[in-house]
Every structure is written in C-alpha cells, then in structure tokens.
Nanobody, 124 residues
C-alpha cells in the first residue's frame, strides 16, 4: 500500500517562503505524475501544481504561477513544492497525491493516493 507523507508546513509571513516535501513509502513516485492540491476552510479542494513523469513537465494554477515550483528527487522518492512570495490567500491544508498515470492532471479524481495534508498558514 502506497503511503504519502507531507512535511514542511507551518506559519509564514506574507512575502515569505516555505518548502513542502512529499515522501512515498510502499511505492514509487518516480514513474507517476504527482500533484499538490490545497483546501482552505469552507472551500473545495483546488489544484496547485503537478509534475508529470514524462520529462518532468510541470503545471501550475494561475494563482501560484511564478511563485511556486514543483520538482522531484527520484533518489529520495520525494516531490517538493517550493513556495515563495506567500500571500494570506495561500493559507490552506496542502495535500500531495500520486496520479493514475504518468500524465499530470489538475483534477482531484485523477489521483489515487493522498497524503494526510500539511497546514500552511500565511499571516503577519
């Protein structure tokens, strides 16, 4: 059974940075797409970023493009989300998820395995 574990969440000031990590056990991340999605209180889960298996193509929501970077370290079976220039509206629980296939997707239904979530709070 694949298990994903997020780490690196916490409190950041507006304009600050955080790096989230997603490490897998019981299965590989390197041969699948991996996504980060987030859910703020009272809102639906929304797509943030994804990385495909094919040439590590990356995809971002418009709200984070230019501020967030997704990348992977296959040797560590880990995918990261580097978050810069954080805004209060980035506050949410962030989930990493492994996709059905090698192709990245923005739809939550295209992900099989999910982590437990990491809280990110952006506040002064």
């Amino acid at each position: 059974q694949v298990q994903l574990l997020e780490s690196g969440g916490g409190l950041a000031q507006p304009g600050g940075s955080l790096r989230l990590s997603c490490t897998a056990s019981g299965g590989s991340l390197s041969t699948y797409s991996v996504g980060w999605l987030r859910q703020a209180p009272g809102k639906d889960r929304e797509f943030v970023a994804a990385i495909s298996e094919h040439r590590d193509g990356t995809y971002y929501s418009d709200s984070v493009k230019g501020r967030f970077t997704i990348f992977r370290d296959n040797a560590k079976n880990t995918v990261y989300l580097e978050m810069n220039s954080l805004k209060p509206e980035d506050t949410a629980v962030y989930y990493c998820a492994r996709g059905h296939s090698v192709y990245a997707s923005s739809s939550p239904k295209d992900y099989d395995y999910w982590g437990q979530g990491a809280q990110v709070t952006v506040s002064s």
